[in-house]
């Protein structure tokens, strides 16, 4: 049988075992709190550069295709410059630019051959 004493001890261990068990359960809660506010602080910060990254990228993607828009602009004028010398020169000379076709001709047929 329990005697007075023992059973004193046996509450008090009880009481010592909640104790410690809401104790843990509000460490484990304060625990889970502040995990919860890193995490949202991290994706607060990851959101943040994202957006940088993103500005960023938009900047430096819009400067290279204004500098390939004016680098087809260039080619495209040399084109019709070209062109146009080409057209000259064969109106100034027109026995010599069917002379020069007709060596270009041969010059690629004997080359289709091999």
Request: aromatic share 2%.
């Amino acid at each position: 049988m329990a005697t007075p004493q023992t059973s004193t001890r046996k509450s008090r261990a009880r009481i010592n075992g909640h104790d410690k068990k809401t104790a843990a359960a509000e460490a484990a809660r304060n625990d889970l709190h502040t995990a919860q506010e890193a995490a949202e602080t991290f994706v607060s910060a990851v959101k943040s550069s994202a957006n940088h990254f993103t500005e960023h990228l938009g900047r430096a993607v819009g400067e290279k295709v204004v500098k390939a828009q004016h680098g087809a602009e260039t080619v495209a004028d040399k084109a019709a410059e070209a062109r146009h010398r080409l057209e000259d020169t064969i109106r100034e000379r027109p026995l010599m630019s069917v002379g020069a076709a007709a060596g270009a001709g041969v010059l690629l047929a004997l080359l289709a051959r091999r």
